[in-house]
């Protein structure tokens, strides 16, 4: 089936039909025209794509974000990495609780090519901050093309040490720091986590990775089975990386710390989440990487989404499966947060 539901055959080459879609999701999408009429991202519209993400895509204010004093926000710009340009980030907090909270370190999606760090606030801010208590940063990483690999994960990486170092200045708990992100910005938490892993950085408890974007190679059976039919499909994956990589796109040199699938050592890594649709291009990439970690011996919860495609929550945030999606994320940071920190008695 395609995503409005509609039959689809196995396709040129023997490829597998794509699993059947939930009703809810294909309806909400269907209703909504995004993402399908636009089409996939290309090396000839990516530029005049970018320019009308930027228009359009919600940019709140801190003001706005403050929501009528109900949030502390403030927007810092801190160092970047070494010779390149500051980075912005977006500290937010429910403005009634004192004391040292907990972090979300979070990294927006839009495939390392579009996106902006305030629009995803007000959903973090609602969903995780006031329930569970936490204080949360939305990250201002460079876009791709215009700036390429290492510039968007190094812009985190420095983003995530000053947060780590200024802890105190942001109220914040030096050793509950959870690093997360959706699709792209998935990608970017789970290569975090491998970058201060191994230049010995702040030590996060927890990576939250929604749908997260990880290889660049677009050779799993899900990226074929999903091509012209999921909102994101190795068309546009295709584009987004060669966007990031440039030269290396298609070598054998990217590195983990661009493409996590590459990795081959996923030890040491702290626990992860990991959620995925079934009927998505990253599905096997998602799982694979789960199992991965599994097999080095470390700590990964999954969960694949029966009939749902890239960004379902979004496209229908009231769906039954969406809502079960958001409430076992929630579920997750919650135990994780319970946990005692590290070196406590």
Same mark, same amino acid.
């Given at each position: ?15 597998c ?6 009703? #809810? /999701? ?15 991202? &290309?090396a ?8 009308r ?9 801190? #003001?706005? /974000?403050?929501? @009528?004093?109900?949030?502390?926000v ?7 990495p070494?010779?390149?340009? =500051? ?19 979070y *990294? ?23 329930? !569970?208590?936490?204080?949360? +940063?939305?990250v ?5 093309p215009r700036v ?6 190094? =812009?985190?990486? $420095? ?8 802890? &105190? ?9 959870? +690093? ?7 990608g970017?938490? $789970?290569? *975090? ?8 950085g702040? &030590?996060?408890?927890?990576? /939250?990775?929604?749908?997260?974007? *990880?290889?660049?190679? @677009? ?13 994101? =499909?190795?068309?546009s ?29 996923l030890?040491?890594?702290p ?21 991965? +970690? ?8 999954l ?8 960004g ?11 809502? =079960?999606?958001?409430?076992?994320? &929630?579920?997750?940071?919650?135990? /994780? !947060? ?6 406590? $008695?």
């Amino acid at each position: 089936m395609d995503l409005a539901g509609n039959r689809a055959g196995s396709g040129a080459g023997g490829r597998c039909a794509p699993p059947s879609v939930d009703g #809810e /999701l294909a309806a909400a999408l269907a209703a909504s025209g995004d993402g399908v009429a636009a089409g996939p991202f &290309t090396a000839e519209n990516l530029a005049a794509r970018q320019e009308r993400d930027a228009a359009v895509r919600p940019r709140p204010t801190v #003001e706005e /974000l403050r929501d @009528g004093g109900r949030f502390e926000v403030d927007e810092w710009c801190v160092p970047g990495p070494p010779g390149e340009p =500051d980075v912005t980030l977006l500290s937010a907090r429910p403005a009634d609780l004192g004391g040292p909270l907990p972090l979300l370190y979070y *990294l927006h999606g839009g495939g390392m090519i579009v996106g902006n760090a305030p629009s995803v606030l007000p959903q973090l801010l609602r969903e995780w901050a006031l329930p !569970l208590g936490m204080a949360v +940063i939305s990250v201002e990483y460079r876009l791709a093309p215009r700036v390429r690999h290492p510039g968007p994960v190094e =812009d985190c990486y $420095a983003g995530f040490t000053w947060a780590a170092a200024h802890a &105190t200045d942001l109220g914040v708990d030096p050793e509950r720091l959870v +690093i997360g992100g959706k699709s792209a910005g998935g990608g970017l938490a $789970a290569a *975090l986590a491998l970058l201060t892993r191994d230049r010995g950085g702040p &030590t996060p408890i927890g990576q /939250l990775l929604l749908c997260p974007m *990880l290889d660049d190679r @677009g050779a799993t059976a899900s990226s074929h089975q999903m091509a012209g039919v999921d909102v994101w =499909d190795r068309t546009s994956n295709a584009t987004a990386w060669r966007a990031l990589l440039g030269d290396l796109y298609g070598t054998a040199d990217v590195p983990p710390y661009a493409a996590p699938a590459r990795a081959t050592d996923l030890s040491g890594l702290p626990p992860a989440y990991i959620d995925v649709g079934s009927a998505e291009t990253f599905r096997d990439e998602d799982v694979a990487y789960a199992n991965a +970690i599994w097999q080095a011996g470390g700590q990964a919860e999954l969960h694949v989404w029966p009939g749902a495609f890239h960004g379902f929550d979004t496209f229908a945030p009231d769906a039954a499966i969406s809502r =079960d999606a958001r409430e076992a994320r &929630t579920r997750w940071l919650r135990r /994780l !947060l319970a946990r005692p920190a590290p070196g406590a $008695a």
